[in-house]
């Protein structure tokens, strides 16, 4: 497929955007995420590609963001930019509005990983560049894993205000619960490297191959013949059918959070 045709396949949306290339499809994020508070109607966009991939014989899913789209300064300024948007209604983080926000933006997150969990699609997402370490957990959510050699996780937990999510659901069944203490309580960052010698990532690549090969890897594994595609997924994923009642505790958990009270800029 030349630059011409998938330009026509593209549909470009607020904070997002999509490619159908037949047998896989491709929903990239970036760049603009740092710049508005994702509105509800943009959201339901994305419920509703998700929906399409229900309802069409698409058998792999690359995800993948430009680089900085979900980096710790880019969270920030998201998070600047809704304080300052509803800065001529309220003056605090700890308004009912903000709060409302903040709340609305976790669950679309566990709804994202959720829906990620539950298609039949297979899923693959690659990772470049510095992100937030809550993005580990999205990460992890998928099926399979590709990574430049320079992308790292950046720990920020021990903040204080930055909740956790499902990272360390996923990463103390990947690397054990005495490991997983270890990578949430002590390091600061998780390079790509450590993340591919401790299983958490599938592939390491050169950031100018990251594109190409991630395109590959849909593609092949598209070719595999679709019942036994499904059937390796769901295979997979049988070991986290409890995922949901975390989420569920996580969502209370999420009431007992101090509000957010931080703003540097």
Known sequence: MNHQDTAQRQKTQEFFSTEDHGSYAVLKFGPNVEQQVISLGETEKLWQFFENLRNRPT???????????????????????????ASDRVRSYNSPSVQYEFYREANAFRRLIEVIREIDTFVIISLQGEM??????????CDYRIAT?????????????????V?????????GHAKASDILLESETLSAKEAYELGLVNRLTFPNNLTAESLAVAERFAAKPTGALIALKKSMVFWSEDLASYLDHVGTALGRIPPITRVEG
């Open 167 to 175: 990272v360390p659901w996923f990463l103390s069944r990947f690397v």
């Open 59 to 85: 058998k792999t899913l690359l995800i993948t963001a430009l680089r900085g789209t979900f980096a710790p300064a880019t969270i920030d300024r998201f998070w600047e930019h809704l304080h300052h948007t």
């Open 132 to 141: 937030d370490f809550r993005f580990l957990g999205l990460a992890l959510a």
């Open 149 to 165: 050699d320079d992308a790292v996780f950046v720990n920020r937990f021990l903040d204080g205000d930055v909740f956790p999510g």
